[in-house]
């Protein structure tokens, strides 16, 4: 069974950084992509971040630039480095995964969601 943990949210300071950590149960081969979304109060769901099993990457222009996702196959571990947060970026922040390439950012594509991580960033 497929299981995603996320890790690493918070409050910080508009200008500040966070690393976010997503735990998956199981290994996942490399025909999988592993992906950060994002969702805000009253909006919808977004992909911000996506990174192949070849080790690919894709952001969304709202992240691109200050933002970079990796991983970790030795601890089945996904993560993701924000930097130069501001208000916008305040979200509940998904990790999902799912076969597929290329990797996009729709949501249908990703089959295992973790539970979310709160990111709130203040003026």
């Known amino acids: 069974q497929v299981r995603l943990v996320e890790s690493g949210g918070g409050s910080v300071q508009a200008g500040g950084s966070l690393s976010l950590s997503c735990a998956v149960s199981?290994?996942?081969?490399?025909?999988?992509?592993m992906a950060w979304f994002r969702q805000a109060p009253g909006k919808e769901r977004e992909g911000i971040a996506t990174?192949?099993?070849?080790?690919?990457?894709n952001y969304a222009d709202s992240v691109k630039g200050r933002s970079t996702i990796s991983k970790d196959n030795a601890k089945n571990t996904l993560y993701l480095q924000m930097n130069s947060l501001n208000p916008d970026d305040t979200a509940m922040y998904y990790c999902?995964?799912?076969?597929?390439?290329?990797?996009?950012?729709?949501?249908?594509?990703?089959?295992?969601w973790g539970q979310g991580t709160q990111v709130t960033v203040s003026t």
């Open positions: 999902a995964a799912g076969r597929q390439w290329p990797c996009g950012m729709g949501r249908g594509a990703y089959n295992y």
């Open positions: 990174i192949h099993g070849d080790g690919a990457t």
């Open positions: 199981v290994y996942l081969d490399n025909r999988y992509c």
